[in-house]
């Protein structure tokens, strides 16, 4: 079965970066267009950045600049590099995973079908 787990997750200083990870297991992120959401505290899930097995990535407009989605198929894990954190990137971070051939072109939580547990990013001022 698929499963996902992000790890790399912490608190942080405003201006400082963090590199999060999801491993991916019982199947291969070549197979998924692979994602990055995250939900702060009383806000809904919102989409960070998406990359296809073929490295192509699209970023949601506020999100643009400052993080960046990238995969290593060796490892079969995805990562999102954030600098410049503020507190208000505050949030649990989620992975998500949906199979190549089954994307819809969408980009909300409903279009994923697998998800991880989430890393909690925490930026103080």
């Known amino acids: 079965q698929v499963q996902l787990v992000e790890s790399g997750g912490g608190s942080v200083q405003s201006g400082g970066s963090l590199r999060l990870s999801c491993a991916v297991s019982?199947?291969?992120?070549?197979?998924?267009?692979m994602s990055w959401f995250r939900q702060a505290p009383g806000k809904e899930r919102e989409g960070i950045a998406e990359?296809?097995?073929?490295?192509?990535?699209g970023y949601a407009d506020s999100m643009k600049g400052r993080f960046t989605i990238s995969q290593d198929k060796a490892k079969n894990t995805l990562y999102l590099d954030m600098n410049n954190l503020k507190p208000e990137d505050t949030a649990m971070y989620y992975c998500?995973?949906?199979?190549?051939?089954?994307?819809?072109?969408?980009?909300?939580?409903?279009?994923?079908?697998?998800w991880g547990q989430g890393t909690q990013v925490t930026v103080s001022s």
């Open positions: 998500a995973a949906e199979f190549l051939a089954y994307c819809s072109g969408g980009y909300s939580p409903r279009d994923f079908r697998y």
């Open positions: 019982g199947n291969t992120v070549s197979n998924f267009a």
């Open positions: 990359i296809d097995s073929d490295g192509s990535t």
